[in-house]
């Protein structure tokens, strides 16, 4: 995944991110899931919008919970607190 603060075009960027979690929902690859949900969370605090980053990494920690990630859960864990940090 692209640092968010590379991305010049947060529209594209969202989009590839839909596509690939349709992707991953159609093929139940839930760790593909997770990333992907991360990957928008960080999308979204990048440009200002913490609901939407919130609501975000909560889907993918919960997917890290589920499949017994612990590393991904720990990771995004972290990244709750950089958006604590935010609001």
Request: hydrophobic share 35%; charged share 30%.
């Amino acid at each position: 995944y692209v640092h968010c603060k590379e991305v010049n075009n947060p529209d594209n960027a969202q989009l590839l991110y839909d596509q690939a979690l349709e992707i991953f929902i159609r093929i139940q690859d839930k760790k593909g899931q997770m990333n992907t949900l991360s990957g928008i969370g960080k999308l979204k605090c990048a440009f200002g919008d913490l609901k939407s980053s919130l609501s975000n990494y909560e889907k993918s920690l919960n997917l890290a919970r589920e499949i017994g990630d612990k590393d991904g859960e720990a990771k995004i864990l972290s990244y709750f607190g950089q958006l604590n940090r935010k609001f």
